[in-house]
């Protein structure tokens, strides 16, 4: 029953080779990812819903925002990286990425958007968790 409930991944993509490429590359604890179809519906998510329902600063404008926030803007087409402190002392910091997944060759039809948050005392820049991150997807399959 709880199977009705959990994210279908496409066919042919592993579920614990992406989780094993996503933690290799942006893994922790404080790390959400998740993918969904273009047109709404999760494939994929890496992290509890507890830690993927935190609001954190959205780092490139005033306020906080949300992975849910994120997944509607890449729906739209828009690619975003953004990083900075959370704590005033600077011991942590969050990295934002999300947008449209890239398309494998021979996959034209693909139509997924991702958004990730890290946040930690060593978050990666948000640049650099993008890069990782569609790097991991792509060695996995997806």
Same mark, same amino acid.
Request: net charge neutral.
């Given at each position: 029953m709880l199977?009705?409930?959990?994210?279908?991944?496409?066919?042919?993509? @592993?579920a614990?080779v992406? @989780?094993?490429a996503?933690? #290799?590359?942006? &893994?922790?604890?404080?790390?959400?990812?998740?993918?969904?179809? #273009? @047109?709404?519906?999760?494939?994929?998510?890496y &992290?509890?819903?507890?830690?993927?329902?935190?609001?954190?600063?959205?780092?490139?404008a005033?306020?906080?925002?949300?992975?849910?926030?994120?997944l509607?803007?890449?729906r739209?087409?828009?690619?975003?990286? %953004?990083?900075? @402190?959370? %704590?005033?002392e600077?011991? #942590?910091?969050?990295?934002?990425a999300?947008?449209?997944?890239?398309?494998?060759?021979g996959?034209?039809?693909?139509? $997924?958007?991702?958004?990730?948050f $890290?946040?930690?005392?060593?978050?990666?820049? &948000?640049?650099?968790?993008?890069r990782?991150?569609?790097?991991?997807f792509?060695?996995?399959?997806?």
């Amino acid at each position: 029953m709880l199977s009705a409930c959990a994210p279908k991944l496409p066919e042919g993509i @592993d579920a614990a080779v992406l @989780d094993e490429a996503v933690a #290799r590359a942006v &893994g922790s604890p404080s790390t959400c990812v998740v993918v969904e179809n #273009r @047109d709404g519906g999760v494939v994929y998510r890496y &992290g509890t819903h507890t830690t993927c329902a935190r609001s954190l600063p959205a780092c490139d404008a005033p306020g906080v925002t949300t992975i849910e926030t994120q997944l509607n803007a890449a729906r739209a087409g828009k690619v975003r990286t %953004a990083s900075c @402190d959370t %704590a005033e002392e600077a011991s #942590r910091g969050v990295a934002w990425a999300s947008g449209p997944l890239p398309a494998l060759e021979g996959r034209p039809d693909r139509q $997924m958007v991702y958004a990730v948050f $890290m946040e930690s005392g060593d978050a990666l820049s &948000g640049l650099e968790t993008k890069r990782r991150l569609e790097a991991a997807f792509k060695r996995a399959g997806l």
